[in-house]
């Protein structure tokens, strides 16, 4: 049953559907609206589709509890007058019960709708040995109301909000569940001519790719220049065939390759390959036949081309590209030295310039396609429920709701890739998803053709801020690499970015200018040794990291920099070879003719230009590395992040105390669940806890390990929380940050990092601090 009030872009159910719809006005800007925002009229909306199919049946009835919620199509709709619900809900919270009655009332369309929204079979019935129920709550969706904004009178949609929690007020927090799911109106059954943010039928077959090239004309057209630019980077990248040699397309026309065209418009495929990648790639021998056109139509090359490569093929048709790249066709994957190491190294480039990246985010290999590119593959279900004969209500997911079931979320190689598309379709949960610097998700099954949602203005990234950088190595360390050689492969185009911005390289994924206090980061989760990288890298270990100067100090980069000054004191050097002796800094000192004339250690310079102070009461003079050859020692994947790329081995004097390891005393603050070992530090009086550090499980099991006596090494100083008002440097509060090693023969490795309050020099064992020359692997 229709709805009585429709508009032009509303078709009823009973009559068909051309799928060549025409452009027209948007229903959120029409004439009786009386907004300014109807003087563009171009924004098209596709007609609404009748609902493919039905779960309705003939015993249908809404359950006690639902009938008395009073659902009618006018309780999803604000109106301009209603300015009491515009700031609060009508209803206070819903007590729905508990999970197992709702499951039992099948019948109940209303309560089938709730456990869907909610995640389906992954609700529990039972948590902690208590009942899970089900709360809901109203919200109003969209855009907010603000009373310096033209459409400030034009309606509002409601969403009902179900939450579930275990006992009394515990929310239950389960990855399994959906991200704060939303019920409201299927757009057909609106009351008014409002459609915008309400839930629009798709089809049950395929994709209807006459909405997707709308999406991207209406990004062209409203947003311009704006959506060129990467999530990263504030420049667009104009032309990467004229700066990587030999860069290939597929051109879907002619089903060959080619080499790319100078300034052209191509669509990039981020996807997963899977272990058993035994499909088509491009090799020496192969590439001169696979550039003739038809070549991939051949037999001998057609059938080892992957479903996701095919269906992402086209849809480069279907939007009216013609270039497609894809790495295992468009990199000679034979020629390692050569335009394939060029090409790695580069993929801020591919994916940055890419008009548009196809992302197969629901694929769980190269071989899963893309879902409704072909007919009948989209495999997922719209969840809509008719309430009452012309008054259906659905769930709005979100791509977010899926991220926990697919591979491709976990990948370090494709992390890079989602962060430099400028424009992006994300192909899961059956659906393709438009994202641009200026939308957040155009979906297919939600109204978005409307001015205020299309003009919607994302706010930018702030660019003096650290925690950017410290966000991007934090996400990349909790990643999966099918080959662990890769890590710093996986990270190239990222790097380039560190290198851009912050001005500075990276020595084994940690930037130079910035050394000491990227060393102080610490593992959230359980971690372990990734054997052939460096022990007080990130990447040494296998589990994620966090750098966290924005917690502890600011975002500010510049304020760091100049901090790092006068609080850190080691001269970092990097052993240059694994069978060579010679040391070079990791940051060139600035030198000018007042220091290499300057005699005494108080106008000496430190690592980062600042004067060098008399911290400790003992000879520190000593910083040059002394000639040491180390026997047995490991050979680290090559740091390809660094244009001369050295051992992985650090060399360099600091203070080495000598602390004992045992059960916390103090209560650790609230975090992850499974965090590692929490351990106290101790020193001459073994009752007076002088920091705690983290460990991991493996560590603390070896025999002797916890309740011994350990070397520890003093780092800089920093802080273990923020100082109040922003005063970083006055407050108190400064720590000596200490490294907890273990030697191996000639070399030491990270195990951990702590701190001690400054004054808790003396508290040390054995002889007290002394200054000593570390080689830290």
Not at 492 to 500: D, H, I, P, T, V
Request: hydrophobic share 35%; charged share 25%; proline share 7%.
């Amino acid at each position: 049953m229709s709805p009585a009030t429709t508009d032009s872009a509303v078709i009823h159910e009973d009559q068909g559907v051309d799928s060549d719809w025409e452009s027209v006005p948007s229903s959120g800007a029409s004439d009786t609206d009386g907004s300014e925002l109807d003087e563009d009229k171009s924004i098209a909306a596709p007609p609404l589709l009748p609902i493919a199919h039905s779960n309705a049946s003939t015993t249908d009835r809404l359950c006690d509890v639902c009938k008395h919620l009073n659902l009618s199509p006018n309780r999803f709709v604000v109106l301009p007058s209603d300015n009491e619900t515009r700031s609060k809900p009508h209803d206070p919270n819903i007590n729905m019960g508990t999970v197992k009655d709702i499951r039992s009332k099948s019948y109940c369309p209303f309560c089938r709708l709730v456990l869907v929204a909610l995640g389906g079979k992954e609700v529990p019935d039972e948590e902690d040995g208590k009942d899970v129920s089900v709360v809901m709550s109203w919200s109003t969706d969209g855009i907010r109301p603000d009373v310096n904004q033209p459409w400030n009178h034009i309606p509002q949609i409601r969403t009902l909000n179900p939450y579930a929690q275990k006992g009394k007020g515990d929310y239950l927090g389960s990855r399994r569940l959906n991200l704060f799911p939303e019920i409201t109106l299927l757009a057909n059954d609106s009351p008014t001519d409002l459609k915008a943010f309400f839930v629009r039928p798709i089809r049950d077959d395929s994709i209807d790719f006459n909405v997707v090239r709308n999406w991207l004309s209406l990004c062209k057209r409203y947003h311009g220049e704006s959506c060129n630019k990467t999530k990263l980077l504030n420049h667009k990248i104009t032309d990467p065939p004229s700066e990587i040699p030999s860069f290939r397309l597929i051109d879907v026309n002619s089903n060959c390759l080619v080499l790319g065209p100078p300034h052209c418009q191509y669509a990039a495929l981020s996807y997963v390959w899977g272990k058993k990648a035994d499909f088509l790639r491009t090799l020496s021998d192969t590439v001169n036949e696979l550039e003739k056109p038809g070549a991939l139509l051949r037999p001998e090359f057609y059938d080892r081309i992957p479903p996701t490569i095919r269906d992402a093929m086209q849809v480069v048709r279907e939007i009216e590209l013609q270039y497609l790249w894809v790495d295992c066709l468009c990199i000679v994957q034979d020629d390692e030295t050569g335009s394939k190491a060029d090409a790695i190294a580069k993929m801020d480039l591919v994916y940055g310039g890419a008009f548009v990246t196809i992302m197969a985010a629901s694929a769980i290999d190269a071989n899963a396609g893309l879902p409704g590119v072909r007919p009948g593959t989209r495999g997922e279900r719209q969840p809509i429920e008719e309430i009452m004969p012309g008054f259906r209500l659905a769930f709005k997911p979100k791509y977010q709701d899926y991220i926990k079931d697919v591979v491709y979320y976990t990948r370090a190689w494709t992390f890079q890739e989602q962060q430099f598309t400028s424009r992006s379709l994300v192909f899961i949960g059956g659906q393709v998803v438009f994202n641009c610097g200026q939308a957040d998700q155009w979906r297919e099954d939600v109204v978005c053709e409307d001015k205020r949602i299309v003009s919607k203005q994302l706010k930018a990234p702030e660019i003096n801020d650290i925690g950017n950088f410290e966000g991007l190595l934090q996400s990349y360390s909790d990643l999966s690499l099918t080959y662990e050689s890769d890590i710093y492969n996986a990270f190239a185009g990222l790097s380039r970015y560190f290198q851009s911005e912050l001005k500075t390289n990276l020595c084994h994924g940690m930037p130079s200018l910035y050394f000491d206090w990227f060393l102080l980061w610490y593992p959230l989760h359980e971690q372990r040794r990734r054997k052939l990288a460096p022990s007080w890298s990130w990447s040494g270990w296998i589990g994620q990291s966090w750098p966290r100067m924005w917690d502890w100090y600011t975002r500010r980069i510049d304020k760091i920099h100049g901090a790092q000054r006068t609080r850190t004191w080691i001269i970092w050097y990097h052993r240059l070879a694994h069978n060579s002796t010679k040391c070079v800094p990791i940051l060139p000192p600035k030198k000018n003719k007042k220091d290499r004339e300057s005699k005494t250690r108080s106008q000496a310079r430190n690592f980062y230009g600042g004067r060098v102070r008399d911290r400790f009461p003992f000879d520190c003079s000593k910083t040059l590395p002394s000639d040491r050859t180390l026997n047995g020692a490991p050979e680290y994947y090559k740091d390809t992040l660094h244009p001369t790329p050295g051992s992985g081995f650090l060399q360099f004097w600091t203070v080495s105390v000598m602390l004992s390891i045992k059960p916390a005393k103090t209560v650790a603050k609230v975090g992850p669940a499974n965090r590692p070992p929490r351990l106290g530090i101790f020193g001459r009086d073994s009752e007076r806890e002088l920091g705690t550090l983290y460990l991991t499980s493996e560590w603390c099991a070896i025999d002797g390990k916890v309740g011994g006596t350990h070397e520890f090494i003093l780092l800089c100083e920093g802080r273990e929380e923020r100082a109040e008002n922003q005063r970083y440097d006055e407050e108190p509060g400064w720590k000596y940050m200490i490294m907890l090693i273990e030697w191996h023969g000639d070399w030491a490795e990270r195990v951990s990092i702590g701190c001690i309050d400054r004054h808790e020099l003396n508290e040390t064992l054995g002889d007290g601090p002394v200054w000593k020359e570390i080689i830290l692997a």
